[in-house]
């Protein structure tokens, strides 16, 4: 079974910067999109970006153009890169590997990391 482990999190200042990786235990099928998704305390989870395996990325109307989605095939791995992060951004934010559609939809049948927590604060 597909695992996947989320690295990269921790305490930032707002406006600071941090890159989450995303590490799969084995090669994903020819056709996963990988994502990014977020829970915050007491709300439900978040898409946050995801990126098809053509390549057409996703982002959230609330991170675009703070926010970066990469992916390394041959590494088994995808990246997260968040800048000008805020408050609001505080979260635990899980990686995933699966379907990836334009309303950046957590899907159930995707494979899930266990999350990373990400915290913006003074």
């Known amino acids: 079974q597909l695992q996947l482990v989320e690295s990269g999190g921790g305490l930032v200042q707002p406006g600071g910067t941090l890159r989450l990786s995303c590490a799969a235990s084995e090669p994903l099928s020819e056709n996963s999109g990988v994502g990014w998704f977020r829970q915050a305390p007491g709300k439900g989870r978040e898409g946050v970006s995801c990126?098809?395996?053509?390549?057409?990325?996703y982002y959230a109307d609330s991170v675009k153009g703070r926010f970066t989605i990469s992916r390394d095939d041959p590494k088994n791995a995808w990246y997260l890169q968040m800048t000008s992060l805020k408050p609001e951004d505080t979260a635990v934010y899980y990686c995933?590997?699966?379907?990836?559609?334009?309303?950046?939809?957590?899907?159930?049948?995707?494979?899930w990391g266990q999350g990373t927590q990400v915290t913006v604060s003074t």
């Open positions: 990126m098809r395996r053509s390549g057409t990325t």
């Open positions: 995933s590997a699966g379907m990836c559609s334009s309303d950046i939809f957590p899907y159930a049948d995707n494979f």
